[in-house]
């Protein structure tokens, strides 16, 4: 069966820290893959997905960044954390194919201070 | 508009009731929808998928209505482990993007 792991689980950063937050999924091959943002009060923002290794698409400029160097690994990135990146961050992945469903890794909950 | 709207709640409903959600969305080339549950301070997890007029899993109903563009979750005989958020979720365009709404807050109580 698919798991999906990311990992750290809490993450405590102050403002212009870097960051750099894993999602890694076992059991499937050439998933397709997502990154979201959920921030208090509001729905699941679509951040990056890709498609496949070093493909990735951005759906809102913003100072995050995506990558993806390995088939079932994907990496979300900052250089300089604002205080606005505060959230909970999900990685979902969907097999490759006809299904629409994603499925959800257990979040990392960030807090910019 | 939202794309996607919800009444967010919460519905505070005794053990055993029947309560259902409605949720709208704005894309009428909207292809494929979803219900959502997520516990507090946990990841979503897939309920139920809607690809046609509507679908039964158990004590859960959930129907579309394409022309009036709501779907609409009913949780029959609802269980204290039933309080959740549930999100209403639409794939717009067949593709990558799933829009979300922000849920319908759940509380059984006893």
């Known amino acids: 069966s698919q798991t999906i792991h990311q990992w750290p689980a809490t993450l405590v950063q102050p403002v212009g820290s870097p960051l750099s937050l894993e999602c890694t999924v076992e059991g499937t091959s050439n998933p397709n893959l997502y990154w979201y943002r959920q921030a208090a009060g509001r729905g699941l923002q679509l951040l990056f997905y890709?498609?496949?290794?070093?493909?990735i698409s951005s759906e809102v400029p913003q100072n995050l960044s995506a990558s993806r160097p390995q088939d079932r690994q994907f990496i979300l990135s900052s250089k300089k954390l604002l205080l606005s990146d505060s959230g909970f961050y999900l990685c979902?992945?969907?097999?490759?194919?006809?299904?629409?469903?994603?499925?959800f890794g257990p979040g990392t909950r960030l807090t910019v201070l | 508009r939202k794309e996607v709207e919800q009444d967010p709640g919460p519905f505070n409903v005794p053990e055993g009731a029947t309560v259902a959600f409605n949720c709208t969305y704005s894309n009428s080339a909207s292809q494929s929808f979803f219900w959502y549950r997520q516990d507090c301070r946990k990841e979503p997890k897939l309920l139920m998928s809607v690809y046609s007029s509507g679908n039964e899993d158990g004590r859960f109903t959930a129907q579309l209505n394409r022309a009036s563009q709501y779907i609409s979750l009913l949780i029959r005989d609802s269980k204290l482990s039933d309080s959740a958020t549930y999100l209403c979720?639409?794939?717009?365009?067949?593709?990558?993007?799933?829009?979300f709404g922000t849920g319908t807050q759940l509380k059984v109580e006893l």
């Open positions: 979720v639409v794939n717009e365009g067949g593709g990558n993007k799933l829009t």
């Open positions: 890709s498609i496949g290794i070093d493909q």
């Open positions: 979902a992945w969907r097999p490759s194919g006809s299904l629409d469903e994603q499925f």
